[in-house]
Every structure is written in C-alpha cells, then in structure tokens.
C-alpha cells in the first residue's frame, strides 16, 4: 500500500514537470512582467531625446614674443573641429589663417537613446595641414601620465544635466573650457590651446534643468519653466543653482560665499554669468573706457589684439580674463586731470549710478588722450558714501603711440618684429597689464624690481641688477612682451603668478 502511495506521488510530480517544461516561455513570466517597473525614459515630454555640444570658442595659446605662431611655423593656425557623441562623429567647417575662432556658430548634435543615463562625448580640436599630416592640437592636461591630451573624454548625464571626465564642475580652467595648459605646461610650446563649449539636451521648457532632476531632485513640476524663480530669496534663481550643483531650496548665503577665492561672491558670479563667470574658477573682470579721438586724428583706441594676448597670458595661468568696452565713448579731452578721471568713473563706468553692480566686480581702465599725472598709472576710485577701493588705472595714448616707434633696433631684438601693428598691441597689452597688476597688489613697496625708474635700457646699471625679473611690471621689460614672471630665473626674481591677490582690487582703503 505504501508503496503504491508513493509511486503514485511520484508519478504526480512527474507530469508535473513534465506539463512544467511544456508550458510556453510567455506563460511562466506572465506573472513577474504585471509587476515590473517600465523602462526608465528621462524625459517623457518628448518623443526623442538629442544631445548638442556647442562649440563657443577656439583660442591659440602657444605665442612666442613674435607674430608667427608655434602651432603652425608657418603661419596662424587652420583649426577644425571633431565631436563624437556616443561614436557618432561629426566634423566642424576649417577656420583658415585665425589664431581665435569667436563665436564660430558651429555644433554637433546626436539623437541618443532615452533610458540610457551617460552620452560619452569626445572633443578633438585639429590644425588643418594641406600639404601634410593634420595635426591634433592639446586641450587638455596629461593628468595620468599617458597621451589623452590632445583629445577630451566626457560623459553627459541626461538625469543631471552635467558632465564629468576631463572637464567638470571645479575644473581649475573652468567647467566648459578645455586648457592644454592645465597640466602646468605654459611655458613648454606643445601645441597647448583653449577650447570653449556647452553641452545641452532637449529642453522643452527651456530652462535647462533636465526632467528628471525637476522631478526627481527638486519636487517641482517637470513641465513648467523655473527661469525666474527663486524658491530660498536669496536673489539667484533655480537654473544658476542646478547648473553650479548648490541646492536651490537650501539658505545658502551667496553674498557671501566666494569657493574660488577671486574676490567675487556668488552673488556677483551670478551677476556676471551672462559675460561667462565661474564660482569655481578665478576671474578678473575690465571695462575699457576709451576715449574719443580729437578733431585731428588724436588718440586711438586699444587693439583687439591686446586684448587678446592679455586674455591669453592669464588662461596660461587658470585665469579667465574678460575684457569689455564701455558702453559710450569719452568726449575728447586734450588733457585730464585726476578730478576728470573721478568724473569718468562716475558717469561712464558707472554710468552716473553709485550703487552699479559692477563696482566690486569689474576693475576699471581709463584710456585718455594725455593726462597731466603720468602716462599710466594706478589710483582709487572715490564714490560718495561708499568705499574707497583702488580698482582703477589710466594709460594715455599721446606717450604710448611714440614707443613703437623709437629703438628699431632694440624693437627687432626684443619684439621679434618690426610690424607696427604688432608693435602697438605688444606697447598697450604690456601697458594694461603692468597696470592690472598693480591693481592686484604688486608694486615697489613688495617687489623691488617693479617700477624702477633706473633699470629701463641695458645701458642702465640696474637694468643687469634686475634682468632675472622677467616682467611686465619691470621697466626693464616692459613693452617687449605680455606676461608675469614665474620667479624661476634665480637671484632677484619674482614670482608674481604665485602673488597677484584678485581681491585685492575691492578691499576697502581708508
């Protein structure tokens, strides 16, 4: 009996089995799919989902103290760009003949999957050779000790909205802004250029916050525009808090918060986000305010490419430089006085308003005509009932338009040129600089080879006394390049780099 009993379990559980492993596959997982979550899709308010990397700027910085550039012996540089986005690659047009490629209008986009989170994007900027091998151009530091810098390795977030790898948020050089220098190579001529660009998704609200993080990070609602919105009141709105990672609700105190040191506070980071500030990255903000020319030619105005090499010896450092022009021209004046300059500052840098923003944020360059002081010179702004901060120089044209002019010989040997066009922007980018570095803090008191009068020709006793201080804020070299010394050449150097303090400029004075 028993057994009967259990042959016949037996045979029980193997029909079972056997009915089992005859059964359709789609009936045994019936039962787990009714209860599986859906695909992820990041952004449910559209129908496909492409990511754009925008290309904003190309910058050459390998420059010699002569107008030909060191990428190309020959001639300026021909870049193009290469963009891949999750392998698909798209190649930019050739900008022939430019050492800056501004506002280039160019841009790759990719449809990508819309439950994939990473989009991987790599960023090549190439020199065009029509009678060779192109070659790749370095944007981005050798960290690692191996050859990935010619080329940036990224990947974007479609949860986030941001992207790590060589680039990121905190990057010394800036997040967007890919530095071949950022691996302390400025001064070793291999190819080293800046690359500016954005990386965005499809946005149909058009604030810049990805769905997923309105959703999912910040409880809003993912389908409504939070451009102006300003949850905490602390003046910054939602979309400069998601892109710098603060948290939007949190009390946050960014008036007084400055992450980068450089003497800005968040506030005013965010003030100046339009002109392209980063919390995480020092910069230095000028306005130019130039002067008109006379009824008979006086005066000039400065050369773009003063601006230009100005901009570029700072990125060599980490530092974004941005430079503007006023809004409106100084009426012509043969000459001014200290009490004209206060007057300038007032009614066209601050355009007759004591509480402008930008005081604090930008330091201010008079550019005049002559002046009855000095040809250049540092001072401090006086603003009734407000500090006084030592934000401010004038450099006057009459002086400076004879300089290219005078010692061809010593020009040729120091300058590489004798191209007058060249020669005027070395003269005013070096004037501008040794100013700002005043404006920064060095000066004769801290740094005895600064503005000695004795040491301007090297038939001058100190002009051998301070020959190491290779520097723009040496008389000695002053007007033959643009650039600080790195206090690397020994006895009676330097280091301004390592000195220059960028809060120097809105501390008050007594």
Known sequence: MVFRLIKTVKSTIIWIVIIIVLLPVSSLHSVPISHASPLVDYNPLVDKIYVTVTLKEIRALDRDMRFIDLIDPWKKPDFYVVISINGNQSKSPVWHNMMYVKNPGWSATCNVPKDVEKVTVKIQLWNSNPFGQDALCKISGNHQGYPLENEANLVFSLKTGHWTGDDQIGDLSGYGCLNGCDDNSQYTHDKNCELRFDITQTD??????PYWAKKYVYHLDPTQNYSGFDPNNDSIPIPWDWKWEYNPTAHDNHSQLDPDFDGLTNLQEYRASHLGSDPFRKDIFLELEQMEKGPNGEGVYIPELSKDMIIDAFAKQKIAFHIQNGTALIPFQENVTMDDL????????????????KRGVFHCGIITYHCTLFHGFTFASEVRNKPTYVDSFQVATKEHEVIPYKYPVLRLISRKSLNKDYNRAIIYGSAIMHETGH???????????????????????????????????NYGWMYTFIDYSNGSRGKNDFDDWARIDLTYFNQPRG
């Open 204 to 209: 149909p609200t058009g604030d810049g916050i």
């Open 342 to 357: 206060q007057n300038i500052y007032l009614e066209y840098f601050l355009q007759g308003n004591p509480d402008n923003w």
């Open 439 to 473: 404006v920064l803090g060095i000066n004769h008191g801290n740094t005895p080879g600064c503005d000695n009068q004795t040491d301007k020709f090297p038939w001058e006793k100190n002009w051998w006394v301070w020959r190491n201080y290779r520097s723009v804020m």
